[in-house]
């Protein structure tokens, strides 16, 4: 008997003895995990780090760690822990919070249970979900605030989480609490000075005098790249239209979505454009408050977009920024910066209008200055010469050379008369002889961005006020307008190209399409007319596909009237 009680006792001693060895371990175990999980900078490491510890530490098959939205009530990101990539692809969209996950977001204490099913307000499992049955739930604070939960369910070995494994995750969530804030003021503090080294670098394109649009691009492209945006579009209105136009697209599929023509109306961007005040959603492609326009967001989730502009009334365009499906959505913290950096989108723009109106009025004083001088210099030493030599051809006997200095004379009488007709065009204003040539197409093309959904490209070369007969220039306009309307009601094109061009000869019209080309059977009476156009100028209408496809329309006309000697 005594023996008997002995080995009972030892028995007894050795059990105390592993259960203190296994509550060392567990607690040698705890510390490696905080220690670790405090060495983590990045955000996302430091959550999903926290989640796989959560599961070591006491011996979950799966576990998963669910950050609260800003609007305290849904989950806005779901890691799991134990499911592997096809399981979760089965499964379908992530959990939002509601159920018994949503029990902790309501109530941050913890519980566990031995059948999550039976609990009130269970929901139960969607298709394709692996069974469980014990769990055990977590809040995880940072500092006042409830920044997520920690979830853990089946506990190996089939038993039941017990109150050691609840204080053990408690006492993780603390930590995780500190490494979180600790991760979170790193990446603001990143984020930072990745907002000033931008601001300098677009600050040194705005000095450097860079073109408009390529300073909108780095606004564009260095916004994404710091928010962690998939696609980041800058939209300006269209004059005379409740309409925006996407003057710049970056990320995926940018050539689908530039120059598309959306809506105010029923758009994120319109909101903003509005309202002058940043409007966010947490899923584009399925929010029903935006569902105007072409359809382009598939596969982004989380957007925001902010108004280029101090206020409603100022507001110049929409920085529009999305991030991809199941993404984090926008704090208030990345918000902050990201409307300072806006501003500096609308300086590029108010002085990108500023220098162009700069370089018009340069441009005007040096046509004037030149008028002044071809007309206060050239001309006079011109008329002087032609005089000189007019007298001096009556002291010349021989005939052929009398001949040739009446010859010369002629000459520079027609030099200054295209002298005279320069200065005429130079000092042109469109209120005293109308609109010139350039500013005709440069609106025509403009008005036609509303009707193709998107702006054509233009290019003008050559003395096309000067040396461009008003017949001429009208039939260039009826080209030039018949081709555009053509390639919007026909071509089905996301690129039109327009070229213009002055030679010493001829005038050349060239509309270039992307579309889907001229049909061999389809009605040409629009391209008649533009042949009869051409014909009764004296010029010619060309047709070409080019090797990429669409179409190319070449119109030219002699700038010298048919008929004229």
Request: charged share 25%; net charge negative; hydrophobic share 45%.
């Given at each position: 008997?005594?023996?008997?009680?002995?080995?009972?006792?030892?028995?007894?001693?050795?059990?105390?003895?592993?259960?203190?060895?296994?509550?060392?371990?567990?607690?040698?175990?705890?510390?490696?995990?905080?220690?670790?999980?405090?060495?983590?900078?990045?955000?996302?490491?430091?959550?999903?780090?926290?989640?796989?510890?959560?599961?070591?530490?006491?011996?979950?098959?799966?576990?998963?760690?669910?950050?609260?939205?800003?609007?305290?009530?849904?989950?806005?990101?779901?890691?799991?822990?134990?499911?592997?990539?096809?399981?979760?692809?089965?499964?379908?969209?992530?959990?939002?919070?509601?159920?018994?996950?949503?029990?902790?977001?309501?109530?941050?204490?913890?519980?566990?249970?031995?059948?999550?099913?039976?609990?009130?307000?269970?929901?139960?499992?969607?298709?394709?979900?692996?069974?469980?049955?014990?769990?055990?739930?977590?809040?995880?604070?940072?500092?006042?605030?409830?920044?997520?939960?920690?979830?853990?369910?089946?506990?190996?070995?089939?038993?039941?989480?017990?109150?050691?494994?609840?204080?053990?995750?408690?006492?993780?969530?603390?930590?995780?609490?500190?490494?979180?804030?600790?991760?979170?003021?790193?990446?603001?503090?990143?984020?930072?000075?990745?907002?000033?080294?931008?601001?300098?670098?677009?600050?040194?394109?705005?000095?450097?005098?860079?073109?408009?649009?390529?300073?909108?691009?780095?606004?564009?492209?260095?916004?994404?790249?710091?928010?962690?945006?998939?696609?980041?579009?800058?939209?300006?209105?269209?004059?005379?239209?409740?309409?925006?136009?996407?003057?710049?697209?970056?990320?995926?599929?940018?050539?689908?979505?530039?120059?598309?023509?959306?809506?105010?109306?029923?758009?994120?961007?319109?909101?903003?454009?509005?309202?002058?005040?940043?409007?966010?959603?947490?899923?584009?492609?399925?929010?029903?408050?935006?569902?105007?326009?072409?359809?382009?967001?598939?596969?982004?989730?989380?957007?925001?977009?902010?108004?280029?502009?101090?206020?409603?009334?100022?507001?110049?365009?929409?920085?529009?920024?999305?991030?991809?499906?199941?993404?984090?959505?926008?704090?208030?913290?990345?918000?902050?910066?990201?409307?300072?950096?806006?501003?500096?989108?609308?300086?590029?723009?108010?002085?990108?209008?500023?220098?162009?109106?700069?370089?018009?009025?340069?441009?005007?004083?040096?046509?004037?200055?030149?008028?002044?001088?071809?007309?206060?210099l050239a001309i006079q030493r011109l008329f002087a010469t032609g005089m000189t030599l007019q007298s001096a051809?009556?002291?010349?006997?021989?005939?052929?050379?009398?001949?040739?200095?009446?010859?010369?004379?002629?000459?520079?009488?027609?030099?200054?008369?295209?002298?005279?007709?320069?200065?005429?065009?130079?000092?042109?204003?469109?209120?005293?002889?109308?609109?010139?040539?350039?500013?005709?197409?440069?609106?025509?093309?403009?008005?036609?961005?509303?009707?193709?959904?998107?702006?054509?490209?233009?290019?003008?070369?050559?003395?096309?006020?000067?040396?461009?007969?008003?017949?001429?220039?009208?039939?260039?306009?009826?080209?030039?307008?018949?081709?555009?309307?053509?390639?919007?009601?026909?071509?089905?094109?996301?690129?039109?190209?327009?070229?213009?061009?002055?030679?010493?000869?001829?005038?050349?019209?060239?509309?270039?399409?992307?579309?889907?080309?001229?049909?061999?059977?389809?009605?040409?009476?629009?391209?008649?007319?533009?042949?009869?156009?051409?014909?009764?100028?004296?010029?010619?209408?060309?047709?070409?596909?080019?090797?990429?496809?669409?179409?190319?329309?070449?119109?030219?006309?002699?700038?010298?009237?048919?008929?004229?000697?």
């Amino acid at each position: 008997m005594p023996q008997m009680r002995l080995d009972e006792l030892l028995e007894e001693l050795q059990a105390r003895i592993n259960a203190a060895r296994g509550t060392r371990d567990r607690v040698h175990s705890l510390l490696e995990v905080v220690v670790s999980v405090g060495r983590e900078l990045d955000l996302p490491q430091v959550l999903r780090r926290i989640a796989e510890a959560a599961a070591q530490l006491v011996d979950a098959q799966y576990a998963a760690l669910g950050v609260i939205g800003p609007d305290g009530r849904t989950l806005s990101q779901f890691l799991t822990v134990g499911l592997t990539e096809e399981e979760i692809a089965r499964i379908g969209p992530l959990p939002a919070g509601h159920g018994l996950l949503g029990e902790l977001i309501r109530n941050p204490e913890p519980l566990h249970l031995t059948d999550l099913g039976a609990h009130s307000v269970s929901y139960g499992f969607p298709a394709h979900h692996p069974p469980m049955r014990t769990f055990l739930g977590v809040p995880i604070r940072v500092r006042d605030e409830v920044f997520g939960n920690l979830y853990l369910t089946d506990k190996r070995g089939g038993q039941d989480f017990d109150a050691e494994d609840e204080a053990v995750i408690s006492t993780l969530s603390v930590a995780a609490g500190v490494a979180i804030d600790n991760a979170r003021l790193y990446e603001a503090s990143q984020r930072q000075r990745r907002w000033l080294q931008a601001n300098a670098e677009i600050t040194n394109g705005l000095l450097s005098g860079k073109p408009r649009l390529e300073v909108l691009e780095l606004i564009a492209r260095r916004a994404g790249e710091i928010i962690g945006a998939r696609v980041a579009d800058v939209s300006v209105p269209v004059a005379g239209t409740d309409d925006l136009v996407v003057e710049l697209a970056v990320g995926a599929d940018d050539d689908t979505r530039r120059g598309l023509v959306v809506p105010v109306e029923g758009t994120l961007s319109g909101a903003a454009y509005q309202t002058g005040t940043p409007v966010t959603t947490v899923g584009l492609a399925d929010d029903a408050r935006f569902t105007a326009g072409p359809r382009r967001f598939d596969g982004l989730g989380p957007a925001v977009a902010v108004p280029l502009g101090a206020a409603a009334k100022d507001t110049r365009g929409v920085l529009l920024l999305a991030r991809a499906e199941g993404e984090p959505v926008f704090t208030e913290g990345e918000l902050q910066p990201l409307l300072a950096f806006a501003g500096q989108a609308a300086l590029a723009l108010e002085l990108a209008e500023r220098r162009r109106d700069a370089e018009l009025l340069a441009l005007l004083e040096d046509r004037d200055r030149i008028a002044r001088d071809l007309h206060d210099l050239a001309i006079q030493r011109l008329f002087a010469t032609g005089m000189t030599l007019q007298s001096a051809a009556r002291l010349v006997e021989h005939a052929g050379a009398a001949e040739r200095v009446q010859r010369a004379v002629g000459d520079l009488d027609e030099t200054i008369k295209i002298i005279r007709s320069t200065i005429f065009g130079l000092r042109a204003r469109e209120d005293e002889t109308g609109p010139s040539l350039r500013a005709r197409v440069a609106r025509a093309v403009g008005e036609a961005g509303s009707a193709l959904g998107f702006p054509p490209r233009l290019s003008m070369e050559g003395l096309l006020d000067t040396d461009v007969p008003p017949a001429v220039a009208d039939h260039v306009m009826a080209a030039l307008g018949e081709t555009l309307s053509n390639a919007a009601r026909h071509a089905h094109a996301t690129r039109v190209e327009v070229s213009l061009q002055a030679t010493a000869d001829e005038v050349v019209l060239t509309v270039t399409d992307n579309g889907k080309g001229i049909p061999a059977d389809g009605r040409r009476s629009g391209l008649q007319n533009l042949g009869e156009r051409a014909s009764s100028v004296g010029g010619v209408l060309d047709i070409r596909t080019p090797a990429e496809g669409g179409s190319q329309l070449i119109w030219r006309a002699p700038l010298a009237a048919v008929g004229e000697a």
